[in-house]
């Protein structure tokens, strides 16, 4: 079930912790990665992420880096630097998951992070990474007003901070359910980097994934129109994630449910990757709102 608060002056919504089953689980996977700096083991880097993991970031500097994760392992092994994690919002909605972090490092170069994850034939999986340096992370990037853990029985809050871009960012998203069927690819090349992906699994729990120009040509003759419902949207300064459910006419068999993380790059908002699941795994999230 989700609710809204008020909060600097706009409603947030909240999601109730009982539709998050799975947390200890969804946290534990998001440690090991955590844990594999201190470890130098890329053992740990391997469980928590699934081989074809991406990972977007923008350095202290705004520039955008972005690789294979599994590329990764072996500097971050090799690191003379711990690593602490703190989890500011969790939510689970069946099969899909996102985590915002507060990824802090011995030598201070700090980062907030949003982690997608798919649960795979029973198993979590981290599918994609997308942070930005704590300098560039508003509310989020500063120790002193970063949330721990939220307490165990307690409601895991969406928006702990303000999202001052969020009309920017909610219209970044609407163009790619508004531009379903409306014969305009131009509307997903505004919304997407270039470079951005997708991970999703269907009606089975089978995996697919791909970059997200595939899908232009055949959603901007999409066949009927579509809803975008917005069930969540936190900002962390350059760093933004919206739960979003993706509402058919004919209902949760043609429905998704969907992660999308987005960058500030250059002052423009951009999805850089969808984390998704068919609306029949997405549990609560899944279904329209009364």
Avoid: C
């Avoid at 969406?158 to 379903?180: C, E, K, N, Q, S």
């Avoid at 129109?225 to 760093?239: E, K, N, Y």
């Amino acid at each position: 079930m989700t609710t809204t608060e008020q909060q600097g002056g706009s409603e947030v919504p909240r999601v109730d912790a009982r539709s998050a089953p799975d947390r200890d689980e969804i946290v534990r996977v998001v440690q090991q990665y955590v844990a594999g700096f201190g470890g130098h083991d890329t053992g740990l880097f391997r469980r928590a992420f699934h081989p074809t993991a991406r990972i977007f970031f923008t350095w202290p500097d705004g520039r955008l880096f972005e690789n294979l994760i599994a590329e990764e392992f072996e500097g971050w092994a090799a690191s003379d630097v711990t690593a602490s994690g703190r989890v500011l919002s969790l939510t689970q909605a069946g099969d899909v998951a996102t985590v915002l972090l507060a990824f802090d490092q011995t030598d201070s170069n700090n980062w907030v992070d949003a982690h997608s994850l798919l649960r795979l034939g029973g198993e979590w999986k981290i599918m994609n990474k997308t942070a930005t340096h704590a300098t560039r992370a508003g509310w989020a990037g500063v120790p002193a007003r970063r949330q721990g853990d939220e307490p165990q029985g307690a409601e895991p809050r969406f928006g702990l901070g303000a999202a001052p871009d969020r009309d920017a960012i909610a219209r970044v998203v609407h163009l790619y359910t508004d531009g379903m069927g409306a014969d305009d690819e131009a509307m997903f090349r505004e919304a997407f980097h270039p470079h951005a992906r997708i991970s999703y699994t269907n009606a089975e729990g089978e995996l697919h994934e791909g970059p997200m120009t595939e899908g232009y040509e055949p959603w901007a003759h999409w066949p009927t129109p579509i809803s975008g419902r917005i069930v969540a949207l936190t900002q962390a300064g350059d760093l933004a994630t919206v739960v979003l459910g993706f509402d058919a006419p004919g209902g949760p068999e043609d429905s998704w449910l969907d992660v999308h993380s987005l960058l500030r790059i250059d002052g423009i908002w951009q999805i850089v990757n969808k984390t998704a699941t068919h609306a029949t795994r997405g549990d609560w999230a899944g279904k329209r709102l009364a």
